[in-house]
């Protein structure tokens, strides 16, 4: 029985009584020396048994005709003595049925003698400890499993596949009050509130079929004494082998309280008391030195963490040291305290927690402890909030309803009163609303007045307020009004937005709105008043025939509307082609000649006739309209040089204004490519002005821009320079080839300060290689004097007018030099 070879591998007991047969097994062992077997041998199954009551074996190669047993009886006898260490039969009978029975009693390989050799054995050995490794790992995970299932706690459930219940952990049992024995075989349903039923059998149908892995769901049952419990089900679908019904795993946590507790506070009608949730002790020194599980639950800390230290670790840092100086003089004059504290969670989220602390005194009266209720009221004070919010806001269209309007309509006074500045109430009643809602029914109705409500509040700052007042009716205050025409912008969007069709389920309604306006304090002092006359006045505007708006007065009626009806006269200029251009020679001081033209807007009013730039363009620029004005006006003038190129003037350049709207559309680029595209006018053509002002505008930076712009080919001028007080050093940063001269500095050459400012413009842009153009020139005086300081191109009346198409083209064509400038030509 003693080894007759020992390696510091494995153990192998080979139980063989025939001496043979063990030492050929042996050999097959100890061949391979990196395997490093240590082989154990014993003729008789008792001998087996002895050596595996006494020493460790990792693996038995057993023959099971034995002197004192035969068959699988011997392997019965040796598992039931032994049962996890592995098997692997070694016999001479080479028997598939006996085999098989050996396979089933639990041994993990089955080998013929003769049959095979050292691999074959050392594998079967190999195999069968990592078969039996692997079973043991598998039972100690189902040791765990089982330990966590009957200690877990929370609820946990097996059911199968008809939803019969497999297995029950203790949890559960205590939370129904069910025997396991009473729950094993039926369904969770038979203890399902009614009411829940069909949503939970609804849910499990869809893990079931696959559509879905799990599923949570609050729901009740009903105890065994007919209480109802509220728990929170966590759910999941498990597959034991590929083919096998699956069945479900329900993890259920009793949330009966804290439904409770919801309940209460969505009810806004529960006050904390004493009891709260959370409960920490602190020394005389206001250390802590208990917290209870709630206390961890609620802030996120657990008792290693705060034990020791002053509970200030919870500081939100949002009440003052005023606010725990007073704490603190109420507490111990009255030995008790109790009152909102916000503090901060472990995670760093603010909560709003009732706290109830009393002093502990012992029995001469001296502090001993100091006790903390903690309660967490976040709920309830967003439950607060909420009803606060629904007490002061329309359900329908979420806009503030009558009471909030009142008091936003008193502060907006208010402040303005403070700060000397005007307020302007908007009262707006819809048209035909109660014709939609007749023809189209309510439910049309009440989508009407929600798009109604966000169109409304689409036109207005953040500031402002929007309100619905009762029925069709809305109003909208409007602060920070530095004049009557801007509350006449935001009441001439508000008829434009309302004009436009209304997408609704039943169809496409039309409908308009007829706005009334007061002004504080122009019109009224105090809110009442502001309101009555902004509602008369809406009155008036729909008496005029709906679809417009009045001021109470009828002065500033007049002056505010008069901007309304220029936007809409160009609104409609642009539509039906009111414009034209005109355009005005630069000429090239040596040569005589004109090198260039610069495209001017003019409208062509079909009433008032030609109106000039300076009386429409800020408008177009506030509105936006300047954009497609802008397109038109690059388009146009694009091809008409083209064509003055093709005629005879194939050096012509054109020169086309950009405004500060204009550089702040994302498609400009494309837009200047299409034009030129669209027109073959070449890139270097092409001259955009750009004005000072916009250049050194801090919130824009037009760097990248102009990049992409002289990456396109075309030319760049800064127009009116000098007026703005912008640096040479940003301009060299800038792909900038011209420059022209503030037409304010060419006015007053005649003073030495801007003769002086011209001279300097120049020589600067000399040593920049850029060109100077002199703009405005009236006179014979300004023409001289530019000229003598250097200037490359001059521009204006005492030269050419702006002219045209055909005028222009004359002018072209005759190739003929002004008479001020013969005198300058150089030879």
């Not at 002197?67 to 016999?91: I, W």
């Not at 402002?464 to 009716?473: F, N």
Request: charged share 25%.
């Amino acid at each position: 029985m003693e080894p007759v070879a020992r390696h510091s591998g494995c153990t192998v007991l080979v139980v063989e009584d025939n001496p043979g047969d063990a030492r050929l097994v042996e050999l097959y062992l100890i061949e391979d020396a990196a395997a490093s077997f240590t082989v154990l041998k014993a003729a008789l199954l008792g001998q087996a048994l002895e050596i595996l009551a006494t020493q460790s074996v990792d693996v038995v190669l057993l023959d099971l005709s034995l002197p004192d047993s035969f068959g699988v009886e011997t392997l019965t006898r040796l598992r039931a003595a032994s049962p996890f260490v592995p098997v692997v039969v070694l016999t001479g009978t080479n028997d598939e049925e006996l085999a098989l029975k050996a396979l089933r009693q639990g041994a993990q390989d089955y080998l013929v003698k003769g049959q095979g050799d050292g691999d074959l054995v050392r594998r079967a050995i190999f195999y069968a400890m990592e078969r039996s490794h692997a079973a043991a790992a598998l039972r100690r995970s189902e040791s765990r499993f089982k330990a966590l299932f009957a200690n877990a706690g929370v609820g946990v459930v097996l059911s199968d596949f008809q939803g019969r219940v497999v297995e029950v952990n203790p949890a559960f049992l205590s939370m129904v009050g069910f025997d396991a024995d009473e729950l094993r075989g039926s369904s969770l349903r038979d203890i399902t509130h009614p009411e829940d039923q069909e949503l939970n059998e609804g849910l499990r149908g869809e893990l079931l079929a696959g559509t879905r892995d799990g599923f949570q769901l609050t729901k009740r049952y009903v105890a065994k004494d007919g209480r109802i419990i509220w728990a929170k089900l966590n759910c999941k679908v498990m597959h034991q082998t590929e083919g096998d019904q699956p069945y479900t795993v329900t993890v259920i946590e009793d949330v009966t309280e804290r439904k409770r507790l919801e309940d209460n506070m969505r009810l806004a009608a529960t006050v904390f008391e004493n009891s709260g949730d959370g409960l920490f002790v602190t020394d005389r020194h206001n250390n802590i030195v208990h917290v209870n599980p709630a206390f961890t639950r609620i802030t996120g800390y657990q008792a290693t963490e705060v034990v020791g230290k002053n509970p200030r670790i919870l500081a939100s840092g949002r009440h003052d040291r005023e606010f725990f100086s007073q704490l603190w003089t109420v507490l111990l004059e009255t030995g008790k305290w109790q009152g909102e504290v916000w503090d901060r969670r472990k995670d760093g989220e603010m909560f709003a927690g009732w706290q109830n602390i009393a002093v502990v005194r012992d029995a001469e009266g001296n502090i001993q402890n100091f006790v903390a209720v903690l309660s967490d009221i976040t709920l309830r004070k967003q439950v607060e909030e909420r009803l606060s919010y629904a007490a002061n806001h329309d359900p329908l269209t979420r806009l503030p309803n009558r009471t909030l309007f009142h008091e936003r309509l008193n502060r907006a006074i208010a402040r303005a009163q403070r700060n000397q500045q005007l307020v302007a109430l908007l009262f707006i009643d819809l048209d035909r609303f109660k014709e939609v809602n007749d023809t189209m029914g309510h439910l049309a109705g009440d989508m009407l007045l929600q798009q109604v409500a966000e169109r409304l509040s689409a036109c207005v700052r953040q500031g402002d307020t929007v309100a619905r007042l009762s029925g069709d009716e809305f109003t909208i205050i409007l602060e920070d009004v530095q004049d009557p025409r801007d509350a006449a912008v935001v009441a001439h969007k508000v008829l434009r937005v309302l004009l436009e069709p209304v997408q609704l389920s039943a169809g496409e309604a039309h409908i308009s709105s007829s706005i009334g306006v007061a002004l504080y304090p122009t019109d009224a002092g105090d809110p009442n008043t502001l309101l009555k006359l902004a509602d008369s006045a809406m009155y008036r505007a729909k008496n005029l025939g709906r679809n417009g708006c009045q001021f109470h007065s009828e002065v500033v009626n007049a002056q505010a509307f008069e901007r309304l009806a220029l936007e809409n006269a160009l609104r409609a200029a642009a539509e039906d082609g009111q414009f034209l251009l005109h355009y005005q020679p630069i000429y090239d001081v040596k040569s005589g000649q004109p090198v260039a033209v610069e495209a001017l807007l003019r409208w062509r009013h079909p009433e008032v006739g030609v109106v000039a730039p300076n009386q429409f363009l800020a408008v177009a620029e506030e509105t936006g309209l300047i954009v497609p004005i802008g397109v038109w006006v690059l388009e146009q003038s694009c091809r008409q040089v083209k064509a003055w190129r093709d005629a005879g003037s194939p050096d012509l350049r054109l020169h086309v204004n950009l405004s500060s709207r204009q550089l702040r559309q994302p498609d400009l680029i494309e837009r200047i490519a299409g034009a030129l595209e669209g027109s073959r006018l070449p890139p270097h053509a092409l001259v955009l002005e750009v004005q000072e002002s916009c250049v050194i505008d801090k919130s824009f930076d037009p760097t990248a821009l102009f990049a992409r712009l002289a990456a396109l080919g075309v030319g760049l001028a800064i127009d009116e320079f000098g007026s703005g007080y912008s640096s040479f050093a940003f301009l060299r940063r800038l792909p900038v080839t011209i420059i022209k001269v503030s037409q304010g500095f060419v006015r007053n050459l005649a003073t030495a300060d801007d003769s002086e400012i011209v001279t300097a413009i120049v020589a600067l842009a000399r040593g920049l290689h850029m060109t100077v153009v002199a703009p405005g020139i009236e006179s014979k005086a300004q023409l001289d004097l530019l000229v003598r300081f250097g200037c490359d191109k001059v521009q204006g009346f005492l030269l050419a007018k702006p002219g045209a198409i055909d005028d222009v083209g004359a002018l072209l064509g005759a190739r003929k030099t002004p008479a001020a400038l013969e005198g300058q030509k150089t030879p």
